[in-house]
């Protein structure tokens, strides 16, 4: 570890102690009620972890993670599709782009009621508002990356007898992929929000609906310790696709 990593890792750890210390201050005098203490996050985590008073944590975190990965793979599969037809078909991108756009520019959580009408309260409609977070986010990255291609590259290749799959592998993949990879990325972590937040709009299962059941109780020491686990787990997350965005970006350049 270079001098450099280890200044900022020492930094981050100053500020992170620093915050709980703050907090800690702040929240001592108030009602523990409505303001818990860091001091007392321990045994609320022991509470979740052990199904004290609150309902198995395991399997809500199965249905969680399983309604993420499908809606996640769902929207990389459309999202690639539909973008790199959308690009390479340029007539085709000029029509369409400003209306995906414009979708993505709406604020997605009004769609979460039609959604529920349509598919109930069960993980159909989760997946579904996760897809829908996690797609825009993909098929635009698509779309600008392969318009940063440059021209002159494909018709050289071209004119030294590339064929169509080629000039993709070898020359528009590697032009577009940090741009791909990071709207990857950002997909992941809206898959993400539109699960759990599915899940405490209405649900009868998952990490949204222990969320919506600890807050619902007035439960809130259980309730962030709930937050704290989800924050990290969604950390640890965006921590290894930020890894493979780094990769991608070196691979590429």
Same mark, same amino acid.
């Given at each position: 570890?270079?001098?450099?990593?280890?200044?900022?890792?020492?930094?981050?750890?100053?500020?992170?102690?620093?915050?709980?210390?703050?907090?800690?201050?702040?929240?001592?005098?108030?009602?523990?009620?409505?303001?818990?203490?860091?001091?007392?996050?321990?045994?609320?985590?022991?509470?979740?972890?052990?199904?004290?008073?609150?309902?198995?944590?395991?399997?809500?975190?199965?249905?969680?993670?399983?309604?993420?990965?499908?809606?996640? +793979?769902?929207? =990389?599969? &459309? %999202?690639?599709? #539909? $973008?790199?037809?959308? @690009?390479? *078909?340029?007539? !085709?991108?000029?029509? /369409?782009?400003?209306?995906?756009?414009?979708?993505?520019?709406?604020?997605?959580?009004?769609?979460?009621?039609?959604?529920?009408?349509?598919?109930?309260?069960?993980?159909?409609?989760?997946?579904?508002?996760?897809?829908?977070?996690?797609?825009?986010?993909?098929?635009?990255?698509?779309?600008?990356?392969?318009?940063?291609?440059?021209?002159?590259?494909?018709?050289?290749?071209?004119?030294?007898?590339?064929?169509?799959?080629?000039?993709?592998?070898?020359?528009?993949?590697?032009?577009?992929?940090?741009?791909?990879?990071?709207?990857?990325?950002?997909?992941?972590?809206?898959? +993400?929000?539109? =699960?759990? &937040? %599915?899940?405490? #709009? $209405?649900?009868?299962? @998952?990490? *949204?609906?222990? !969320?919506?059941?600890? /807050?619902?109780?007035?439960?809130?020491?259980?309730?962030?310790?709930?937050?704290?686990?989800?924050?990290?787990?969604?950390?640890?997350?965006?921590?290894?696709?930020?890894?493979?965005?780094?990769?991608?970006?070196?691979?590429?350049?």
């Amino acid at each position: 570890m270079s001098r450099e990593t280890a200044r900022v890792l020492g930094a981050r750890v100053a500020v992170l102690v620093g915050a709980l210390l703050l907090w800690e201050l702040i929240a001592a005098p108030l009602n523990p009620l409505l303001y818990v203490r860091p001091s007392a996050l321990p045994p609320a985590l022991a509470n979740v972890l052990l199904a004290r008073d609150v309902p198995a944590l395991g399997e809500h975190v199965l249905v969680t993670v399983r309604e993420i990965v499908v809606a996640f +793979v769902l929207a =990389v599969a &459309v %999202g690639l599709w #539909l $973008g790199f037809v959308l @690009g390479l *078909g340029r007539r !085709l991108g000029r029509v /369409y782009e400003p209306m995906l756009a414009a979708f993505y520019a709406i604020p997605s959580v009004i769609w979460y009621p039609s959604l529920m009408l349509f598919f109930g309260l069960g993980p159909a409609s989760k997946i579904a508002f996760g897809f829908l977070l996690a797609f825009f986010p993909i098929c635009l990255s698509v779309l600008s990356g392969i318009r940063q291609v440059n021209p002159h590259l494909v018709t050289v290749a071209r004119s030294m007898g590339a064929g169509s799959w080629t000039v993709f592998r070898k020359v528009m993949l590697p032009s577009m992929l940090g741009t791909l990879v990071g709207g990857l990325r950002a997909a992941l972590a809206l898959s +993400v929000v539109g =699960v759990l &937040v %599915g899940e405490m #709009l $209405g649900a009868r299962s @998952g990490v *949204g609906y222990l !969320l919506n059941y600890t /807050y619902g109780l007035l439960m809130t020491r259980e309730y962030t310790a709930l937050v704290v686990l989800v924050a990290a787990g969604v950390l640890a997350l965006d921590g290894m696709a930020a890894l493979v965005e780094a990769r991608g970006r070196r691979w590429s350049g």
